[in-house]
Every structure is written in C-alpha cells, then in structure tokens.
T-cell receptor, first 113, second 110 residues
Framework: DSGVTQTPKHLITATGQRVTLRCSPR?????VYWYQQSLDQGLQFLIQ???????AKGNILERFSAQQFPDLHSELNLSSLELGDSALYFC????????????FGSGTQLSVL | DAKTTQPPSMDCAEGRAANLPCNHS???????VYWYRQIHSQGPQYIIH???NNETNEMASLIITEDRKSSTLILPHATLRDTAVYYC???????????FGTGTRLKVLA
C-alpha cells in the first residue's frame, strides 16, 4: 500500500459526460501528479500541483482540468468525454515534488462508452 | 519530451541477473535517474534512483556510467514476480515534469 488513495476504482460513463476523479496523497506529501495510461501505452504526464498551486503541465487536454484543495487532496475533472479518453488515470504524490520518489495510487479505470 | 531510451522488451531466466539498460544522453548535471516498475495495471512502484555513484538497495542495483549518459538497472536474482514493465525516467530540465517513456517489458521465464 503506497498510502495514496484514488477513488473511484472504476468508472463507466457515456460520451459527452463529465466525471471527477479524486486523489488523496500520502500524509505529509504536498505535491500531487496526474498521469494517464491508455491501453498498452506508457504513462502520459498530465499535470502537477504543489501545495495548492499548479507547478507543471504536460499534454493535458483543454477538456481536462485539475485542482488541489487546502487539505491537499486533488481532483481531476474530465468533461465532454470521448471514447479515446478511456484509460487508467494514476495519481502520485511526493513530499515536495523536486528530486524525490513518487508514490502512486492504484488508479481509476475510466471507460467511456 | 522523450528523455530516455529503453529496449521495448527483454527476457530473463529465473534466478539469473536481469540487466536493463537505459540511455539518457541529455541528462543535466544535477538530475537524478529514477527507476520504476509497473506490474500488470497496478500503480508504478519506485525501485531505486541515483545521481553519479552506483546505488544498491534491497530491490536492485543501479549502475550509472561516468559520463552519466546511460545507466543499467540490475535485478540480481530475478523471480517470476519481477515480470513487469520497467521505466527509467529523468526530470525534464528546468521543469518539474517526470516523463515516463514506454519502458522495457521484462519477462522472467521459469
């Protein structure tokens, strides 16, 4: 158990819908990362937050947004969903986000039908 | 943003050492090299990291070349449970991005 909690574990929805994925980092970790992994693909970096502020952005679509709240949990919002958004979404956390190991959650499997 | 190059797949006999190479020719002088692995569709698991010197922990050893342009992860006695995708990553210089490549799919054979 990495200490990073992601909910829900599975999510099935339809095209055009909007969903929210939640991540609770390890106790004491201030930084949260979001990654997307499509079938048989590597992990695509989406976005990173540190203590509530956006710190780094990857190939995140405009239909996607994220935020980190004062209690340090983070949410990834996916809107106007398309079939191609079906993927595993991982959250990771670290203490400060610089030069440290990342602890990953078990992921949210999103299926868009 | 691809910063590392790894072979797509490797096989290793159970009980033998698995040596997984990684090229990171554009690594900056103060950037660490990190290794993670992903078993099936679980969340990636940290293995080891290093800057210049060779490193060893309970899971693996990391050998970094003197010019730091490549490294090798060594699993000394591979078991079937080590079958996984192994990722070598470095931080994108000047950013806080940790970019995972496509990794090496290691299959340990009985």
């Amino acid at each position: 158990d990495s200490g990073v909690t992601q909910t829900p574990k599975h999510l099935i929805t339809a095209t055009g819908q909007r969903v929210t994925l939640r991540c609770s980092p390890r106790s004491g970790d201030l930084s949260v990362y979001w990654y997307q992994q499509s079938l048989d693909q590597g992990l695509q970096f989406l976005i990173q937050y540190y203590n509530g502020e956006e710190r780094a952005k990857g190939n995140i679509l405009e239909r996607f947004s994220a935020q980190q709240f004062p209690d340090l949990h983070s949410e990834l919002n996916l809107s106007s969903l398309e079939l191609g958004d079906s993927a595993l979404y991982f959250c990771a956390s670290s203490v400060s986000g610089v030069g440290e190991k990342l602890f990953f959650g078990s992921g949210t499997q999103l299926s868009v039908l | 943003d691809a910063k590392t190059t790894q072979p797509p797949s490797m096989d290793c006999a159970e009980g033998r050492a698995a040596n997984l190479p990684c090229n990171h020719s554009t690594i900056s002088g103060n950037e660490y090299v990190y290794w993670y692995r992903q078993i099936h569709s679980q969340g990636p698991q940290y293995i080891i990291h290093g800057l210049k010197n060779n490193e060893t922990n309970e899971m693996a050893s990391l050998i970094i070349t003197e010019d730091r342009k490549s490294s090798t992860l060594i699993l000394p006695h591979a078991t079937l449970r080590d079958t996984a995708v192994y990722y070598c990553i470095v931080r994108v210089s000047g950013t806080y991005k940790y970019i995972f490549g496509t990794g090496t799919r290691l299959k340990v054979l009985a």
